[in-house]
């Protein structure tokens, strides 16, 4: 069954967006004339992919479609003048039926909510601002297969004003996150994670987000010479 991820920070008073009995969450969107600015790949680990359909892997600033869709969705179908509907596409058919009806003022695509597989976003030096964590267990998780999830940490809510989020995705898992004195930690609880870096001095860093429906590497830790902060905990990631 393909996996509910949450709706993105759209304006869904203008897309036609539904949740399905099978847990698809899906949106159509009106496209308009010419080019899209939006990039495809054929190759995906998504399990709500399980037919390999085309999945967005980038959107040019500027893009036509630029918040409206991003990273990891899955094409599912595209409607020309509500007549001829095209679904199970391969990437190549998409962009070459996408070309040969740039023409046309009656487009509509619609696409299945879906993760990127990796994003990697940059923190900046200072307190964490801009971001809220939750355990995938806590009782204010996303959605009940979140809960489910083995407590990785689950990114809550974003502020898409701090430029250096703009390309992270509500409910992503946090699988590492690594700071500018070489200090490394994968597999981390919630608690570790802003204990870590949602501090006064945090020196920057980087934090590599996942699909929360992949499977993750063991907890690994690693620490800079000379630094004795060792972090402990009885949870671990599958």
């Known amino acids: 069954m393909p996996r509910c991820c949450p709706p993105e ?17 899906t949106i159509e969107i009106p496209l308009p004339t010419g080019s899209l600015g939006v990039a495809f790949t054929s190759s995906c680990n998504n399990k709500n992919n399980k037919k390999q359909q085309p999945v967005i892997s980038a959107v040019k600033p500027n893009s ?20 001829l509907t095209y679904q199970s596409l391969t990437m190549d058919d998409l962009i070459q039926t996408l070309g040969d009806t740039a023409h046309y003022t009656n487009r509509k695509i619609t696409f299945i909510f879906g993760y ?27 959605d009940k297969q979140h809960k489910n999830n083995n407590n990785k940490p689950i990114i809550m809510d974003i ?8 390309s992270v995705r509500i409910g992503m898992a946090v699988h590492t996150v690594r700071l500018q004195n070489g200090y490394e930690l994968t597999g981390g609880t919630t608690e570790e994670l802003l204990n870590t870096i949602d501090i006064p001095d945090f020196p920057g860093g980087m934090l590599i987000c996942r699909d929360p429906f992949l499977p993750l590497p063991e907890r690994f830790v690693r620490i800079p010479p000379g630094d004795a902060t060792i972090i402990t905990s009885s949870t671990w990631w599958a």
Do not use: N, W
Request: hydrophobic share 35%.
């Open 9 to 25: 920070v759209i304006d869904l008073h203008h897309h036609q967006y539904k949740c399905h009995k099978d847990g698809r969450q």
């Open 64 to 83: 036509a479609l630029e918040g409206m869709v991003q990273p990891g969705y899955i094409f599912e179908s595209l409607c020309i003048d509500d007549q």
């Open 116 to 142: 990127p597989d990796t994003i990697k976003v940059k923190l900046p030096a200072g307190p964490l601002f801009g971001m809220k964590l939750v355990s995938s267990s806590s009782s204010i998780a996303l």
């Open 159 to 166: 502020d898409p004003a701090v430029p250096e989020f703009r």
